[in-house]
């Protein structure tokens, strides 16, 4: 029952108790990411990337540590519901002129959810939707330090403007050439202008907080001129043996920053007093990126698996169609199904693996962690787990719950267990991805439209060919970006790998990836004798991190077509010499150049940047 009252003090202070949990977490979180600014002037880039790693637990340790103090001084877990329903009144209270209203409500749901032992769809306690606005919160800070900064170039004027912009951020070392690379910058603006009237409301508007990632900083913003914005990003990256700054590029548009926010890329880290803020200004800069999606490359996973789980709510009761077995190869590891409706795929543990597979349900789960605490540079989709996750039966094809019953049991419950009348698919644990569309599909679509074959002179066959040529490229570059992470992908085969809208080649199979420094590159033996090279059997040793490269080709390269591409850009992967020297320089420190960007945007080759340095 809602309660008429708020007459209970104990109530009063759980509430308050838990906002003091969340105000230490978000305290916490926002200090570390304010380092990564120090950490890039000194060029400490393996404590960025460990600090990135950490930051990813600190919202469960403070979960726990909140969760036992409500214990220990409130007995939370005994406390009636009637009590309960006014924790959760008195902690709306609390939200009022806080400045991160969204993330401490989805703070109190992980909170309560752990006290209560409830899943979320079993919780009258927890915020389903928002209770309080994210509108139009401002700072005590807004004077000197707003959410974004507007910047009003005169005519004439806007390498001046650029150059303060700069300067603003207070980058505490020195650019090699700071005037040179602001023109170069006003260079790309211009052509973007073109012939456009200067209107009364042109104007640069940027976020006041460095966006940092591995080596690399970047200042976001836009561009206005009247009716007309340009989302940009400018990379900032040492060159010369890490002495000294420049600008390596304009990013623009919506694409260029849909790959620079990517699913599949770490984290950044960036001072933020108010998350909303920033996440209301990149949305407007990426329309139709999900706003989930923001949360997440901002760090803020927990409120990222919030707002997915709210969209999908929403979507499920403005759609019909039904869950399906996914299309494309079935795995031996995970049982994969969708909605087609929606852009996600879920991913179910199965509860056995067929030979050669040995691993278990725990070693499985600990790669899909290691993949969410290291660098994906942009090559390896993010995941979101959820537990004891609730669908409607109806929506679930008996094709599907015939898989399921058959391939994870353990995970599965079908039951009416809320007690709302309303039979519902239960799975105790599920991993959620962006959907790709699968390479070997992507790949057989190209060989139906004609594109295996180079003589056919047909459009359609020649823009297939094209097609196949930029996959099949892709592909070598996805695994060589792996390589530069310290990352073995294991299983290598098409079916492993995705293509995103934009045609960019990322990996989502983890069940055998492993770091380069693990393994064991080998050429294959020369045969002993006849009856050694007639052998259909190995018969030589392998331990259980020996790779052979070339033995590579036969499982890859069974199309003509396809090999010749392979064979013309990336033979080196077949070659264990390139594996070999990777894992060599990776336990040396080395860390390697991986663009989130075109390498023809870059200025580098009038500033001569070193390669073959910086994660960025």
């Known amino acids: 029952m809602f309660p008429t009252r708020l007459d209970s003090t104990l109530a009063y202070d759980i509430a308050k108790a838990m906002m003091d949990g969340f105000n230490r977490h978000y305290r916490l979180f926002r200090t570390e990411s304010a380092r990564a600014k120090h950490r890039f002037e000194t060029a400490d880039w393996h404590g960025q990337q460990r600090a990135q790693r950490e930051r990813i637990e600190f919202y469960d340790l ?33 939200l009022v002129d806080h400045h991160q209203p969204e993330l401490a409500e989805t703070f109190f749901n992980s909170v ?14 927890i915020f389903i939707r928002p209770a309080v606005s994210t509108e139009y ?114 990013l623009y548009g919506e694409d260029d920053l849909h790959m620079l926010f990517s699913f599949a890329r770490a984290y950044f880290m960036v001072d933020m007093e108010i998350p909303s803020a920033y996440v209301q200004f990149l949305r407007s800069m990426m329309p139709r990126k999900p706003r989930n999606e923001i949360y997440n490359a901002l760090g803020l996973a927990k409120q990222g698996k919030t707002l997915f789980y709210r969209d999908f709510l929403y979507h499920l009761r403005h759609s019909t169609d039904q869950f399906r077995i996914a299309p494309g190869i079935k795995g031996m590891v995970m049982l994969v199904f969708d909605l087609p409706s929606f852009p996600y795929v879920f991913k179910v543990i199965k509860d056995f693996f067929p030979p050669p597979k040995e691993t278990s349900r725990e070693q499985i789960k600990g790669k899909y962690l290691l993949v969410k605490q290291h660098d994906r540079v942009g090559r390896m989709a993010d995941t979101l787990e959820y537990s004891e996750v609730a669908f409607p039966r109806k929506r679930f094809t008996d094709e599907l719950i015939a898989d399921i019953e058959k391939f994870a049991p353990s995970q599965l419950e079908i039951s009416d267990r809320d007690g709302d009348g309303q039979i519902e698919v239960i799975l105790k644990h599920v991993y959620i991805e962006r959907r790709m569309i699968p390479l070997n599909i992507y790949l057989q679509e190209v060989f139906d439209a004609g594109g295996a074959d180079p003589a056919n002179t047909s459009p359609q066959a020649q823009r297939a060919h094209a097609q196949l040529e930029r996959a099949v490229i892709e592909y070598g570059n996805a ?14 085969l098409w079916k492993n790998f995705g293509v995103t809208r ?14 380069i420094t693990d393994c064991v590159f080998r050429r294959v033996p020369q045969p002993r004798n006849e009856e050694d090279e007639m ?30 591409v392979f064979m013309k850009h990336h033979a080196d992967l077949l070659d264990v010499a390139f594996w070999q020297s990777h894992k060599e320089r990776v336990q040396a420190g080395y860390v390697y150049d991986v663009f989130p960007y075109d390498r023809d945007k870059r200025f580098q080759a009038e500033h001569g940047q070193a390669q073959g340095r910086a994660l960025i």
């Open 137 to 250: 919160i401002e700072n005590s800070e807004s004077e000197v330090r707003p959410t974004y900064r507007a910047y009003y170039p005169a005519s004439g004027k806007l390498q001046d403007v650029l150059l303060q912009m700069v300067r603003d951020f207070d980058l505490r070392r020195d650019f090699e050439d700071l005037p040179r690379d602001v023109g170069r910058v006003v260079e790309v603006l211009n052509r973007l202008l073109g012939d456009a009237t200067l209107r009364a409301n042109f104007q640069i508007q940027v976020l006041t907080g460095l966006f940092f990632r591995n080596k690399g900083a970047y200042i976001v913003g836009r561009l206005i001129n009247g009716f007309t914005e340009f989302a940009f990003a400018l990379p900032i990256l040492y060159v010369k043996g890490e002495e000294k700054l420049a600008i390596d590029a304009v």
């Open 535 to 564: 052998s259909g059997e190995v018969w030589y040793t392998v331990g259980p991190k020996d790779v052979f490269p070339e033995t590579f080709g036969p499982f890859l390269l069974g199309n003509p077509a396809v090999k010749a």
């Open 479 to 492: 695994i060589k970006d792996l390589v530069a992470a310290n990352i073995f992908p294991g299983d290598m």
């Open 62 to 94: 403070r979960v726990r540590e909140c969760s036992t103090r409500l214990e220990r001084e409130f007995k939370a877990g005994e406390q009636p519901m009637a009590i309960w329903h006014q924790v959760k009144l008195h902690y709306i209270g609390l």
């Open 502 to 515: 934009h045609g960019k080649v990322v990996f989502y199979d983890y069940d055998e990836i492993e770091y």
């Open 112 to 125: 309560t959810t752990k006290i209560l032992h409830r899943s979320y769809f079993q919780n009258d306690f």
